[in-house]
């Protein structure tokens, strides 16, 4: 119960810190999609329209969760990689335990590399870069199977986060 509660707390976080992220002109999450595929420039319009756009908390939990859609976070530009980034934590706070899709280690995977944590540490607010730090630190704590050199690695990648 009380670790639900430690979820619950950051996830209030998450909402706050990211209250005023919005998508403006960057990559939406189908539109990664059809760029991963070499779409067209209609299909990405196409795609664009059947998105949130404006507002990351009401992008659907199914779509966060559809496997389909795993290489994604590939895809985005700052601004889509920015605007998804609080969904899919919040997303894998609340249901890390029944949706096994890969697409919250595949953020923790992206939240390593460093040209995505130079760019997150310009662009974010410490507020942002703190709930970040600790989506990480409750990662570890998920119950799963996590590899060694992600337990080894990821304390080191909280403390770039924390790092000012």
């Avoid at 998450?14 to 299909?43: K, M, P």
């Avoid at 997303?91 to 096994?100: R, S």
């Avoid at 662009?123 to 709930?131: H, I, P, S």
Wanted: overall charge negative; aromatic content about 12%; hydrophobic content about 40%.
């Amino acid at each position: 119960r009380k670790f639900n509660m430690q979820h619950q707390e950051l996830i209030d976080r998450i909402y706050s810190a990211f209250a005023e992220t919005t998508l403006g002109d960057g990559v939406s999450w189908r539109q990664a999609d059809v760029i991963d595929d070499y779409g067209s420039e209609e299909e990405m319009r196409k795609a664009r329209a059947l998105d949130e756009t404006k507002d990351w908390t009401k992008i659907p939990k199914e779509t966060i969760g559809d496997s389909y859609y795993l290489a994604v976070l590939s895809f985005f530009d700052d601004k889509g990689f920015i605007f998804h980034l609080p969904a899919v934590l919040v997303f894998g706070l609340k249901h890390y335990k029944e949706w096994d899709t890969g697409i919250v280690p595949s953020m923790v995977w992206h939240l390593s590399q460093e040209k995505r944590i130079a760019m997150l540490k310009e662009k974010l607010t410490r507020d942002q870069l703190d709930t970040v730090a600790d989506f990480l630190d409750a990662y570890l704590n998920f119950d799963i199977f996590l590899m060694e050199e992600e337990r080894i690695s990821i304390p080191i990648l909280i403390e770039k986060y924390r790092a000012d």
